[in-house]
């Protein structure tokens, strides 16, 4: 059974700093593009980073400077460096995949996210 497993977050003050995994395990051809969103209270949910297979990057304004979302494809896993939170980086935060089967087959997966509160 394919899944992605978040880990890592956690509470911080704020000006601290979190480091998000993400693995995706079971059966996996390789994975193409991995990313994190966010969702706060109230609020929809948000693209904060994405990664392509080549490793070019794109960022939400709010994060950049201070996020950095790398991969390790021997690992299936992506990660998410998180520095100088702030209170408004509260959320649950999702990682999404597209995961290749085969050559030809894949599917996007979502894991059941994990919580970041940022606070004194």
């Known amino acids: 059974q394919v899944q992605l497993v978040e880990s890592g977050g956690g509470l911080v003050q704020p000006g601290g700093s979190l480091r998000l995994s993400c693995a995706a395990s079971?059966?996996?051809?390789?994975?193409?593009?991995m990313g994190w969103y966010r969702q706060a209270p109230g609020k929809q949910r948000e693209l904060v980073a994405r990664?392509?297979?080549?490793?070019?990057?794109n960022y939400a304004d709010s994060v950049k400077g201070r996020f950095t979302i790398s991969r390790d494809d021997g690992k299936n896993t992506v990660y998410l460096q998180m520095n100088s939170l702030k209170p408004e980086d509260t959320a649950v935060y999702y990682c999404?995949?597209?995961?290749?089967?085969?050559?030809?087959?894949?599917?996007?997966?979502w894991g059941l996210g994990t919580q970041v509160t940022v606070s004194s």
């Open positions: 079971g059966t996996i051809f390789r994975t193409n593009h």
């Open positions: 990664i392509m297979s080549g490793g070019s990057t």
């Open positions: 999404n995949g597209d995961l290749w089967f085969s050559r030809s087959q894949h599917m996007s997966y």
